[in-house]
Nanobody, 123 residues
Framework: VQLQACGGGLVQAGGSLRLSCAPS????????TGWFRQGPGKEQEFVAA????????WYADSVKGRFTISRDAAKNTVYLQMNGLKPEDTAVYYC?????????????????WGQGTLVTVSS
């Protein structure tokens, strides 16, 4: 499964962006999907995940209440709505898909990764 993430860009602090993640060539409706990010000089960290049904979601404490992950089965797309962006949210955001997981917050649980999309938040 090849994943394509898009929607990144430059935004001022307090602004919003919506990232999209979609597979090329096949459906990933049976995959759990997550977003991770890696900021400049930082390690990769978990951001959010959604189960394949869309009924369960997980969030990093740093984004709770600001970010919302969702999936649209009809469009075969997973979204990450990011509101109230802060400069510390600046990072390359990666989407990833897992056939199964025991802990959706762990990068090692994911089987497929997208190429990343850059989000830059200016102060």
């Amino acid at each position: 499964v090849q994943l394509q993430a898009c929607g990144g860009g430059l935004v001022q602090a307090g602004g919003s962006l919506r990232l999209s993640c979609a597979p090329s060539g096949r459906t990933f409706s049976n995959y759990g999907t997550g977003w991770f990010r890696q900021g400049p000089g930082k390690e990769q960290e978990f951001v959010a995940a959604v189960s394949w049904t869309g009924r369960s979601t997980w969030y990093a404490d740093s984004v709770k209440g600001r970010f919302t992950i969702s999936r649209d089965a009809a469009k075969n797309t997973v979204y990450l709505q990011m509101n109230g962006l802060k400069p510390e949210d600046t990072a390359v955001y990666y989407c990833a898909a897992a056939m199964m997981w025991t802990s959706p917050t762990l990068a090692s649980e994911y089987d497929y990764w997208g190429q990343g999309t850059l989000v830059t938040v200016s102060s």
